[in-house]
């Protein structure tokens, strides 16, 4: 073979390579997927630098070294603007939503130490369904009982009160004004707590549909796994059918390479279905758990709001007699609500159990 030589250029075109300006790629140009300090790094170091991939909807990022564990540290900031600090003894790998990443390394000016590697790679079907499904759950979970739990709790306060105030006063009329305080407070607390829920279970609505749109992602996923098992299966099958017509040696050895790196394929493929299928189920039950959770919060909501409405009328009905107060005790039946609340943690328990089974999945496909 012939190689081209600057000898053999045509005089114009040598001409031209000597008097044309090179000009370096800039680091704009560039996208930066890894961010990397000196090892051991510098003191008194501030860098900035943004990973990037573009087009990439979640990345895998990956955090690897040592700092100075008081001083020095690495600050990531996904698109989002959420941010996680690390320092000290570090190895960590986690996703994030979005095609950038931005890094801040920070050193003072005492000790040093290894230094620290940040890696970013586009992350797998797998690994973004899982990332999303995680973040959908944790989504309804945080717009979930803490602040009504709260109101709930400020409820019950109140109602041991005011049954100390109508059991220690031997004349009700003369505390009907105490007493009224305690239920307008008690109704305005119940009002409250139900004025959150139109929002909480809006937002609840919206994660639940993406889990679904998710859910149907995992389900092609799998045909589409079955069917390439098929077509590779029947391409074995092709293969061994064709080396049975061949009296060749040296054809019939290429042919059984084909088999069994088909095979090998097909093996990959089924360890593939299992992990997806495998998914799946907890990928169902979690939403199966995150329905009820948030009905159970639909019921205790409207509860509340008819609590509300019925201490509304409490507060209306303090001209009654003295005697018609003693069954103030029992307009609203806070065992029942104590029940529903029970129900509400008892399913936040059964749904963290699910998301540590799903966290402890991994797959790199």
């Known amino acids: 073979m012939r190689y081209l030589t600057l000898s053999a250029l045509p005089l114009i075109s040598y001409l031209l390579l000597l008097t044309t300006p090179f000009t370096p790629i800039s680091a704009a140009d560039k996208n930066l997927t890894q961010f990397k300090t000196d090892k051991p790094y510098k003191n008194k170091e501030n860098r900035r630098e943004t990973l990037s991939i573009p087009n990439a909807e979640a990345l895998e990022v990956s955090v690897q070294g040592i700092t100075e564990q008081k001083y020095d540290y ?25 095609s950038n990443i931005k890094v801040f390394f920070r050193s003072d000016n005492a000790t040093v130490a290894d230094g620290v590697t940040v890696t970013i790679a586009p992350i797998s079907l797998f690994k973004k369904v899982k990332f999303q499904v995680l973040a959908a759950a944790n989504v309804i979970m945080r717009q979930g009982t803490g602040e009504i739990n709260e109101k709930f709790i400020k409820i019950l306060k109140n109602l041991n009160r005011l049954q100390e105030q109508l059991g220690q006063a031997q004349d009700l009329n003369s505390i009907s004004g105490q007493i009224k305080e305690q239920l307008a407070l008690i109704a305005q607390t119940y009002h409250d707590a139900a004025s959150t829920g139109e ?41 061994q059918n064709f080396a049975n017509q061949i009296q060749d040696p040296l054809e019939k050895q290429k042919l059984q390479f084909s088999i069994e790196g088909t095979r090998n394929l097909l093996s990959a493929l089924e360890t593939q279905r299992i992990i997806w299928s495998d998914f799946q189920r907890v990928e169902s039950e979690l939403i199966g758990l995150l329905r009820t959770y948030s009905k159970r919060i639909e019921v205790l909501l409207y509860s509340m709001n008819i609590s509300a409405q019925v201490y509304d009328q409490a507060v209306n009905v303090l001209a009654l007699e003295g005697s018609k107060l003693l069954s103030l005790e029992k307009l609203n039946n806070i065992n029942e609500l104590q029940k529903i609340v029970a129900d509400i943690q008892s399913s936040e328990t059964a749904i963290m159990s699910v998301i540590k089974r799903i966290e402890q999945t991994d797959a790199n496909f």
């Open 199 to 239: 929002n909480i279970l809006r937002i609840h609505q919206q994660q639940i549909e993406l889990l679904m749109q998710l859910e149907k992602t995992t389900a092609n996923s799998i045909d589409n796994l079955l069917k390439r098992q098929r077509e590779n299966q029947d391409q074995i099958t092709n293969f």
């Open 74 to 98: 690495l600050v990531i900031t996904d698109s989002a603007g959420n941010e996680q600090r690390f320092d000290g003894v570090i190895d960590k790998r986690f996703s994030v939503l979005g």
